[in-house]
C-alpha cells in the first residue's frame, strides 16, 4: 500500500499490526548519454513498492533527490548537501515515529546516498532521543541498496562481466527500461570509457568521465534483463524487509 494512496483511518489500522514503513530513496542526476536522469529513484520506487505488495508494507512518498553534487556540472542534475539530506531524512523519520512507525526500511538506488544516510541516521536517533517521544528508543533504520543486493550483483557479472562498471550501469538502465519502455534512449556510445578515478568535485567529474558513465557500458541492457533484475531486488529485499520487522520484535 501507497501511504500517497491511503486515508488517516487507513494508516491508523496499518498501525495497529506493523510498525514498519519502506522509505525509498533515489538521486535525479545525469546517468551517460542514455541513462534517464530520474533512474535511482525510478529503480528504487519500482523496487519499494514491488516489496511493500510482496510483504503488505506501507510504502512512504520517494525522496527523489539524493547527494549527486558530483554530478551537477550535467544538466539536468539536482542535488542536496549532505547537510541538506541529513535534514530531510531527519524530519521525514521524527514525523512518522510521532504517529506510531519505528521500522524504517530505506530502499535505496544511488551508491552517493549512503555515506550520508548513515549519518542521518545517527542524528535521528540523537534528536528523537532529545525529543522523549514514547516510542524514541525503539526507531531502527535499515539501509538496503537494491544494486548491492548479492543476487542483483550475480546477474550483473554473469550478464555484463566488467562492462557493469560503476556509474549508468547497465544493470540500472535495463531496469528502467522494463520500467519504461518508452523511454528507451540510443546514443551513440565511445568504446573507452574512464574508470576508476576517485571522486571530488562536479567540475574534476565531468573532467575525468567526459560523458558521465564510470566503466559501464548501458547498451548491453534490455528491458528482459531489466525484469529479471526487478524480480530479484524485490524477492531479496522482501525477505530482509521481513527479518528486519522480526529481528525488532524478538
Ligand atoms: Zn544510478
Known sequence: MQLQLATWP????YLSQSQGLIIPIGSTEQHGPTGLIGTDAICAEAIAQGVGEATQALVAPT???GMALHHTAFPGS???????????????VTSLTKAGFTQFFFINGHG?????L???????YAVLADLNLPQAERVQCRLANWFMCGSVYRLAKE????????HATPSEVALTQYLYPTAIKQAELSIEVASGHPIYGAADFRWRYPDGRM????ALATPEHGRQFYELAVKELSGQ?????????S
Open 10 to 13: 487507513e494508516v491508523e489500522t
Open 63 to 65: 525522496i527523489n533527490v
Open 78 to 92: 539536482i542535488s542536496l548537501r549532505p547537510s541538506t539530506l541529513m535534514l530531510v531524512v531527519r524530519d521525514y
Open 112 to 116: 552517493g546516498n549512503m555515506a550520508t
Open 118 to 124: 548513515k549519518a542521518a541516521f545517527s542524528e535521528t
Open 159 to 166: 550478464l555484463y562481466g566488467d562492462q557493469e562498471g560503476s
Open 215 to 218: 566503466g559501464s557500458n548501458p
Open 241 to 249: 524487509y521481513l527479518e528486519f520487522l522480526a529481528k525488532a520484535a
